[in-house]
Nanobody
Framework: QVQLVESGGGMVQAGGSLRLSCTTS????????LGWWRQAPGKVREFVAV???????YYEDSVEGRFTISRENDKNTMYLEMNSLEPEDTTVYYC???????????????????WGQGTQVTVSS
C-alpha cells in the first residue's frame, strides 16, 4: 500500500521556522518528483515547491528564498524547511508524488499520482 505521511506541522510565531517531513512507503519513489502543496479552507490547492528525481527544485514565488525543499532517497523522506514564516503561510500542507518530471505538469495538482493526508501549519502574528 502506497503511503505518504506528513509530519512536522504546528504553531509558530511570525518570523519563526518549521521543518515539514514527508515519509513515503509502499514503493520506491527515487524516480518520482516530490512536491509540497497547500490548501486553505474554501480555496484551491496551491503549489508550493517541488524537487525532481534529478534534484532540480522549483518554488512558488511567495516562498522563494524562505522555503527549501530537499529529499533523502535512502530514508524515503522529503523535507520542506520553512523560514521567515508569515501569517499568510497558515494552512494545511500536503506532500505529493508524481511520475512526471516536467515543470509544467508539476505545477498542476492533476500531475501528481499520490497524496498525503496533510499537516496543519499555523503562524501567529
Amino acid at each position: 500500500q502506497v503511503q505518504l505521511v506528513e509530519s512536522g506541522g504546528g504553531m509558530v510565531q511570525a518570523g519563526g521556522s518549521l521543518r515539514l517531513s514527508c515519509t513515503t512507503s509502499g514503493r520506491t519513489f527515487d524516480n518520482y518528483a516530490l512536491g509540497w502543496w497547500r490548501q486553505a479552507p474554501g480555496k484551491v490547492r496551491e503549489f508550493v515547491a517541488v524537487i525532481t528525481n534529478m534534484y532540480n527544485t522549483y518554488y512558488e514565488d511567495s516562498v522563494e528564498g524562505r522555503f527549501t525543499i530537499s529529499r533523502e532517497n535512502d530514508k524515503n523522506t522529503m523535507y520542506l524547511e520553512m523560514n521567515s514564516l508569515e501569517p499568510e503561510d497558515t494552512t494545511v500542507y500536503y506532500c505529493a508524488a508524481s511520475t512526471c518530471n516536467g515543470l509544467h505538469s508539476l505545477r498542476v495538482f492533476t500531475g501528481y499520482d499520490y497524496w498525503g493526508q496533510g499537516t496543519q501549519v499555523t503562524v501567529s502574528s
